[in-house]
């Protein structure tokens, strides 16, 4: 019903682009199948404009699951990278041919995700942000989505079912849905409604922006039910000064004695607003600018065959390390070659069918949390 491609179509090499099928068609007909490296690269030298990598342990399940002697070596989630391979493959072509729309599909995406999400993470670091944006994306994909969120030091998610596949709970307070089923002057009602049926360990956070003005509504809802926080959500037609507008909510609800009311914003914020407002704002709920982040382009290309380095014009020949130094920066240089004082950053994945790093969430979280202090990501 959902134009959703099984898991099955993926570990089975039909998830790929027909001109695959063509490729091991004619290798096949030629007895033809090298001992190839290949390697996934966003871009060749590095330029200083770190991207932040995700999807990495979908990949290596995958390329775990399609050949025992295949060999893969890569950057573990939530490494920074800018320049140079982020993933090598060592095996013979027909072996993964048909992976690559896939594999790079994994990739592409959910560091995208991450990136823009890192981007808000670090733009607001004393505020809670959380990640909004899975209404934008199909179904299928927003577990990619949540995921990407948090491995970029996101605070949670909203959306349940995504909880449910990557193993975290997923958060929300009330819509304007529930307000507006009670009616103008009723929204006391309301809040009392989410009150009385939220877990007891859900913030009390009430949507203050329906039908009055936010000063008026949030003072309302803090003498309603005992209130963790007011989130004003307002459409931006009707928004005017939406730093004026906090400003004056914190300060009428000091004036009536609710100083311990926090204050949360959502509704089409990216990094330039989370900075405008990280002041006078408790917590962010980040939408459209983390979910339908534009895609890393990354591409797949065969660099050795048979042992002799090749590429194809505009790639650079022969298998390559990429290094971190220690100013943060990244050089890129052949496998033979060492670079003194620099950190090489691919590591074994895949070995013998098995993955043999450490791809896990929580470990990823704080990889990337150490990795923006050591690029300096989002200092400028």
């Known amino acids: 019903m959902f134009d959703i491609v099984s898991e099955d179509a993926i570990l089975g090499g039909r998830a790929t682009d027909a001109y695959f099928d063509r490729t091991v068609a004619a290798l096949e007909a030629a007895d033809r199948d090298p001992e190839v490296v290949a390697e996934?690269?966003?871009?060749?030298?590095p330029s200083g404009d770190c991207r932040l990598l995700a999807g990495v342990r979908e990949a290596a399940d995958l390329l775990a699951s399609v050949d025992a002697a295949l060999e893969?070596?890569?950057l573990a989630p939530g490494r920074l990278f800018d320049g140079g391979p982020v993933m090598r493959i060592r095996g013979t072509y027909r072996a993964f041919a048909r992976y690559e729309?896939?594999?790079?599909?994994?990739?592409?995406?959910?560091?995208?995700?991450?990136?823009?999400?890192?981007e808000s993470r670090v733009a607001a670091p004393e505020a809670t942000v959380l990640s909004f944006g899975a209404?934008?994306?199909?179904?299928?994909v927003a577990a990619v989505v949540e995921r990407s969120a948090l491995l970029a030091g996101l605070d949670g998610f909203s959306h349940v079912a995504a909880g449910d596949i990557i193993g975290r709970e997923a958060g929300g307070t009330m819509p304007h849905a529930l307000v507006l089923c009670f009616g103008p002057g009723n929204q006391e009602a309301a809040w009392r409604a989410f009150d009385a049926g939220a877990p007891e360990d859900t913030p009390r956070?009430?949507?203050?922006?329906?039908?009055?003005?936010?000063?008026?509504?949030a003072r309302r809802a803090a003498e309603a039910i005992d209130l963790d926080g007011v989130r004003v959500d307002t459409t931006s037609s009707r928004r005017g000064d939406l730093r004026h507008i906090l400003r004056e909510l914190r300060w009428k609800l000091d004036e009536a004695g609710h100083g311990d009311v926090e204050l949360f914003v959502s509704g089409g914020l990216d990094p330039a607003t989370l900075r405008e407002l990280r002041d006078v704002a408790d917590g962010f709920g980040v939408g459209?600018?983390?979910?339908?982040?534009?895609?890393?382009?990354?591409?797949?290309?065969?660099v050795e065959v048979d042992g002799e380095p090749t590429g194809k014009r505009g790639k650079l020949s022969g298998t390559k390390e990429v290094y971190r130094l220690p100013d943060g920066s990244h050089e890129v240089v052949p496998a033979d070659a060492s670079v003194p004082g620099g950190e090489p950053l691919l590591e074994p994945l895949v070995r013998d069918g098995e993955v043999v790093a450490e791809l896990g969430l929580e470990e990823a979280i704080e990889r990337a949390r150490r990795e923006r202090a050591a690029v300096g990501f989002g200092e400028a």
């Open 72 to 74: 893969v070596d890569g």
């Open 40 to 45: 996934v690269t966003a871009s060749q030298f």
């Open 288 to 302: 459209g600018y983390v979910s339908n982040a534009d895609p890393v382009d990354f591409a797949l290309d065969i």
């Open 205 to 217: 956070i009430a949507l203050v922006d329906t039908f009055t003005d936010e000063t008026d509504e």
């Open 135 to 140: 209404r934008h994306v199909h179904p299928s």
């Open 101 to 118: 729309t896939s594999l790079l599909g994994f990739l592409s995406q959910a560091s995208g995700i991450a990136t823009a999400a890192l």
